[in-house]
């Protein structure tokens, strides 16, 4: 099992950047693939990012790729979400998320999540 905390969030005007991290307990991080999701008002949860257990897979929404970049430090136990020319379209709540099946693709299951941190960005 894995616990997740999530940092970084913060409000922004729109161009600016953040850098959310995901810090995760436990000895196995390693072998979890991880994402980042997003949950804007009113909206269902959407996928943003997610990275393989190694790090040598990375996969995007539409709406981010070229703007944000997934990164992760196995022996920090953490993962990074740089976001880069935000929009006021980029506001939510994001979320990080570990997959046990560590591929993190479209055949991932997100069995753990964190509390979310907010993300506004201002026009």
């Known amino acids: 099992q894995v616990q997740l905390a999530e940092s970084g969030g913060g409000l922004v005007q729109a161009g600016g950047s953040l850098r959310l991290s995901c810090a995760a307990s436990?000895?196995?991080?390693?072998?979890?693939?991880m994402g980042w999701f997003r949950q804007a008002p009113g909206k269902e949860r959407e996928f943003v990012a997610s990275?393989?257990?190694?790090?040598?897979?990375?996969y995007y929404a539409d709406s981010v790729k070229g703007r944000f970049t997934i990164s992760r430090d196995n022996a920090k136990n953490t993962v990074y979400l740089q976001m880069n020319s935000l929009k006021p379209e980029d506001t939510a709540v994001y979320y990080c998320?570990?997959?046990?099946?560590?591929?993190?693709?479209?055949?991932?299951?997100?069995?753990?999540w964190g509390q979310g941190t907010q993300v506004t960005v201002s026009s």
């Open positions: 998320a570990a997959d046990p099946r560590a591929q993190a693709d479209q055949h991932a299951r997100w069995d753990y």
């Open positions: 436990g000895r196995t991080f390693s072998s979890y693939g």
């Open positions: 990275i393989s257990w190694s790090g040598s897979s990375t």
